[in-house]
């Protein structure tokens, strides 16, 4: 069973960059697709980004393309978000997410394929 930890959230000003990681442990990280997720007050939680095991498939929610990469280290078990030109709109708790899956190409954009969540990072976006 995995566990996941997120760190690099924080307060920016629009137009600005972060870095989220996600380190993951208790498992065999490789065999795992991953997800970012994020939720605003009030809002449900959505998709962002998700990348595939060997991490060549990406997929990203319209909103962010262009401005957000996910990647992977599998030698450090860990997955990265590099959120660029930041909105005022991408304020919220950003969560990752991960399933394990055998095939190396498939990605998942519905939070409810996941079985494991981390606790969350927040990101907020000052204008």
């Known amino acids: 069973q995995v566990q996941l930890v997120e760190s690099g959230g924080g307060l920016v000003q629009a137009g600005g960059s972060l870095r989220l990681s996600c380190a993951a442990s208790?498992?065999?990280?490789?065999?795992?697709?991953m997800g970012w997720f994020r939720q605003a007050p009030g809002k449900e939680r959505e998709f962002v980004a998700t990348?595939?095991?060997?991490?060549?498939?990406?997929n990203y929610a319209d909103s962010v393309k262009g401005r957000f990469t996910i990647s992977r280290d599998n030698t450090k078990d860990t997955v990265y978000l590099q959120m660029n030109i930041l909105r005022p709109e991408d304020t919220a708790v950003y969560y990752c997410?991960?399933?394990?899956?055998?095939?190396?190409?498939?990605?998942?954009?519905?939070?409810?394929?996941?079985?494991?969540w981390g606790q969350g990072t927040q990101v907020t976006v000052s204008s």
């Open positions: 997410a991960a399933e394990q899956r055998r095939s190396t190409i498939v990605t998942l954009s519905n939070p409810y394929n996941y079985d494991y």
């Open positions: 208790g498992g065999t990280f490789s065999s795992y697709v």
């Open positions: 990348i595939s095991l060997s991490g060549r498939t990406t």
